[in-house]
T-cell receptor
Framework: ELKVEQNPLFLSMQEGKNYTIYCNYS?????LYWYRQDPGKSLESLFV?????AVKQEGRLMASLDTKARLSTLHITAAVHDLSATYFC?????????????FGKGTKLSVKP | EAGVTQFPSHSVIEKGQTVTLRCDPI?????LYWYRRVMGKEIKFLLH????????ESGMPNNRFLAERTGGTYSTLKVQPAELEDSGVYFC???????????FGQGTRLTVV
């Protein structure tokens, strides 16, 4: 059974600091997604990583994928308050159905002044 | 362009009652997915429609849950009769055929008391 583990589950950081969220998954998958969710809002797609070594950056967020280690990271650079949200990683389920996503529990990020 | 829309945003019902959740996908999206997040747990896949056909319903928890997508447009998810453990947030997502990732709605928070 494919499992996805994120850590940490809660992260409180100060503005201007850097930090990394980790996403480990248990079996082979060729697609990994990062989503952001603000309270009461929909999940917003941040990154889609499709190959080993893939790295994508958007603003202060950078995501990478190591399929051999079954590990993805979401790195936050010089955090700002607007980044406060819950971040989810998700992996395509067995059979490659891109809709059958296996999610991690989410990392609740709080950025304080 | 309107995003994925879900109704209602919140629903509180008594155990044993029936509730119907609705999802309006983005126009032209043939893929439609239902997910659920129970308190403190991961977001879990329920099922996947391609147009009006159920492509994958492996995540449906039991026969108290019935999903339909008549005409391949909006979808409904009925829970009958509702149990306490059905409480959670139900997300709908949609995508075009062959697209990577999906667009999520804001979710329906269901509370069964």
């Amino acid at each position: 059974e494919l499992k996805v583990e994120q850590n940490p589950l809660f992260l409180s950081m100060q503005e201007g600091k850097n930090y990394t969220i980790y996403c480990n998954y248990s079996t082979t998958s060729d697609r990994l997604y990062w989503y952001r969710q603000d309270p009461g809002k929909s999940l917003e797609s941040l990154f889609v990583l499709l190959s080993n070594g893939a790295v994508k950056q958007e603003g202060r967020l950078m995501a990478s994928l190591d399929t051999k280690a079954r590990l993805s990271t979401l790195h936050i650079t010089a955090a700002v308050h607007d980044l406060s949200a819950t971040y989810f990683c998700a992996v395509a389920g067995y059979g490659g159905s891109q809709g059958n996503l296996i999610f991690g529990k989410g990392t609740k990020l709080s950025v304080k002044p | 362009e309107a995003g994925v829309t879900q109704f209602p945003s919140h629903s509180v019902i008594e155990k044993g009652q029936t509730v119907t959740l609705r999802c309006d996908p983005i126009s032209g999206h043939d893929n439609l997915y239902w997910y659920r997040r129970v308190m403190g747990k991961e977001i879990k896949f329920l099922l996947h429609f391609v147009k009006e056909s159920k492509q994958d319903e492996s995540g449906m928890p039991n026969n108290r849950f019935l999903a339909e997508r008549t005409g391949g447009t909006y979808s409904t998810l009925k829970v009958q009769p509702a149990e306490l453990e059905d409480s959670g947030v139900y997300f709908c997502a949609s995508s075009q055929l062959g697209a990577e990732g999906a667009f999520f709605g804001q979710g329906t928070r269901l509370t069964v008391v």
